[in-house]
């Protein structure tokens, strides 16, 4: 197997956990400031369990920023295509956790300076050594950063590699409800591999059945439609009909912040692992996506034991 990197594009914040589940963000006393951001914890998942990861962020040029350049090189994440500003703070999320450790989130991000990423940092030697680049919706608003995505996508697909997409929908970040929609809608068909959830799948697609809304998913470039159900286990879909299940481990969930990160972070490791590219998505089978689809709900019931989102992923010694 190759030593190809995961290219993983958009925001790198901090998650500020509460010290209290179950209750209004008035009653928390405290908060724990950790490393966070999907793309972020994708590459972190991808990297605990082995593999080699980049990102293309902006930070502020701030404590915070610091904090997370220092923290993602910790974590093995390769940090030297990121750049740092002094026109824009870091961005930071307070997050509210109830008592199932579901979370909502409040944001501090109006610009951020991830937002103002520029489409010119965007360097076609980066891509040179992918396996794939993954990216989600919440860096795709009216901002420069959205035009890097896809100065990204379009050298991914240069360099032959796989693109995979979570649209990981915050309508708090959006102007409004249906420019969020609609702009999950538009890059959808630029993807390889779209990853959502059972939340996500009416407000995306208007179907409440994941059978029904796959001719909406199955559009463009997409071969195969990765769908996680929570504790109810998780689905996924190729496009030429071959599909699989795996149910969810039993455990009770103390923070699910980052879980459908780690998700697809550890599905497109077992991914690599399997030698999968781009070219070759219709010729999984159906055992090899079934035991992707379980590994990485086993990754993520070890990881929503733990407070955090790279912090709680699990490396390969701990999955064992």
């Not at 026109?87 to 956790?97: D, G, H, K, M, P």
């Not at 993807?191 to 959830?197: F, G, M, P, R, V």
Request: charged share 20%; with cysteine; aromatic share 10%.
């Amino acid at each position: 197997m190759d030593n190809k990197a995961l290219i993983a594009i958009g925001e790198a914040l901090i998650d500020f956990i509460p010290d209290r589940h179950g209750c209004n963000f008035s009653d928390v006393s405290a908060f724990s400031p950790k490393l966070g951001g999907a793309p972020a914890n994708v590459c972190g998942a991808f990297s605990r369990l082995g593999g080699r990861s980049r990102l293309l962020t902006q930070l502020g040029n701030d404590p915070f920023g610091h904090k997370i350049f220092n923290e993602l090189g910790g974590y093995g994440i390769d940090t030297s295509c990121i750049k740092f500003t002094d026109n824009a703070n870091t961005a930071l999320a307070f997050v509210s956790l109830g008592a199932d450790g579901n979370r909502t989130f409040s944001f501090y991000r109006n610009p951020s300076a991830d937002m103002l990423y520029a489409p010119e940092n965007v360097r076609s030697e980066y891509f040179e050594d992918a396996f794939a680049l993954h990216f989600c919706s919440v860096s795709l608003g009216d901002f420069p950063m959205k035009e890097a995505h896809r100065c990204a996508v379009s050298e991914m697909r240069r360099h032959g590699g796989i693109v995979s997409f979570d649209p990981n929908l915050r309508p708090q970040l959006w102007k409004s409800y249906d420019s969020m929609i609609n702009t999950v809608l538009e890059f959808i068909p630029d993807a390889d591999i779209i990853k959502l959830s059972d939340e996500e799948l009416f407000p995306i697609t208007g179907e409440k059945n994941i059978e029904k809304a796959l001719p909406v998913l199955f559009t463009g470039n997409v071969k195969l439609v990765v769908y996680t159900c929570g504790k109810d286990g998780a689905h996924a879909f190729l496009r030429n009909g071959i599909s699989a299940f795996s149910t969810a481990g039993n455990v009770k969930a103390v923070d699910t912040t980052g879980a459908g990160d780690g998700f697809i972070g550890s599905f497109l490791w077992k991914l690599h692992q399997l030698g999968v590219s781009s070219g070759n998505i219709n010729n999984i089978n159906e055992n090899e996506l079934k035991a992707c689809l379980a590994f990485s709900n086993k990754f993520c019931s070890r990881s929503v034991q733990k407070s955090g989102a790279i912090d709680s992923y699990p490396d390969m010694n701990d999955y064992n």
